[in-house]
C-alpha cells in the first residue's frame, strides 16, 4: 500500500508540474504574439527628400504593410522570371516547328520534281505507245480522250483544282487513270501479236519451259492462296510439269537484271526487254544465267524447282509492261518451233 501510495503522490506531482509548464507556455506565446502585432503595428515613416526645395514627401506605414509591399514585389519578380522562362521555351519550340515546316517544305519541292519528271514520262510513254498502236491498226489513247475531252494535253494540264487539293496530286490521279485505260489497248496488242502468229524476239511470246511441255496449275488474276487459303491477285501463271530440273527459256530477247533469292519467291530471275517489257521467272532449283548476262529468246536461264513458299515443282511466271502486271497468256505464241529454240 506504501509503494502505492507513493505512485500516485508521484503521478499527482508530474501532471501538476506538467500543467504548470504549459500554462507557462501558453502565456509565453500569447505574450510573443501580442508583441508581434504590437510591432507590427508600430508605424514607420519614409520620408522622400528632393534635391529641390519642394515639399518633403512623409510616407507612414506600419511593419506590416512594408511586410507586404516587400513580398508582392518579390511575387512580381518572381512572376515576371517564371515567364520569361516559359516564353523562352514558347521561342525554342517555335523554331523547332520552324525548322520542321522547312523540311517538310523541301519533300514537298522534291515530289512536285518527281510528279513533274513522272508527268512528262507519262506524256512520252502515250506517244510512243499511240504510234505504236496506230501502225497496227489500233486506236490509241490520245484518239480517245481527244473525243471525250477535246484535248489530251488538258488530261495532263489541269487548269483549276478543287481547293485543299495540290496541284501535283491531281496530275498523279490524271497519270494513274491514264495508265489504267492503257491496259485494254495494250491486251489488243497482245491479241494482235497472237493472231499473227509470228514470234517477236523482242516481245515475250513464247512458252517458258523448253520443248513447249508442262500445264497451267494456276492462271492470272484472282486466285485461292494454296498456302494461307486467302483470296488474292495472283500477277503471273504457274506452269508445272509434275518434277523439278525441266530447263526454263528466256521469253524474249534481254538482259538479266536479277538473279536472287526471296523467302516467297524462292530463286528468282529478272530479264528486262525492250519497250518497257519485264518477265520474272521464280522458284527455279537453280540459275543458268549471272546478273548482268544478255540472252536471246529460247535461251536456257534456269530450271524449275520448289524454292520458296511452294506447293511443289513448278515455275511462276510473270510479264510486266512498265509499272503494271499483264497476263502472260496474252503474249504467248505456243508453237514447237517457237519452245524448243536453243541458243
Known sequence: MATLKRYKDLEKSLAKRSGSFLRRSYASVINAISRGIRVGRQKMTIMLVPHSEKRILNIQISFFGLVAFFAVIFGAVGFLTWSSADYGDVVGKLAGKTTALKSTQADLDA???STTRLVKAARSFQAALDATLSSIGIKGQADAASRADGDLAAFFSPAEIGSGRLR???EIERVTGYLEQSVK?????????????GILSEIPNIWPIKGGIGHISMYYGQNENPIYGSWYIHKGIDLSTFRSGDPILATADGKVVTVAYDISLGNYIILEHKHGFLTRYAHLSAFKVQ???VVKQGQIIGYIGNTGLSTGPHLHYEVHLGTETIDPLRFLN???GSATLTR
Open 291 to 293: 546478273k548482268g548476262a
Open 185 to 197: 489497248p495494250l491486251n489488243e496488242l497482245g491479241d494482235t501479236i497472237a493472231a499473227q502468229g
Open 111 to 113: 515530289i512536285r520534281d
Open 334 to 336: 505456243i508453237r514447237s
Open 168 to 170: 501535283e496530286a491531281a
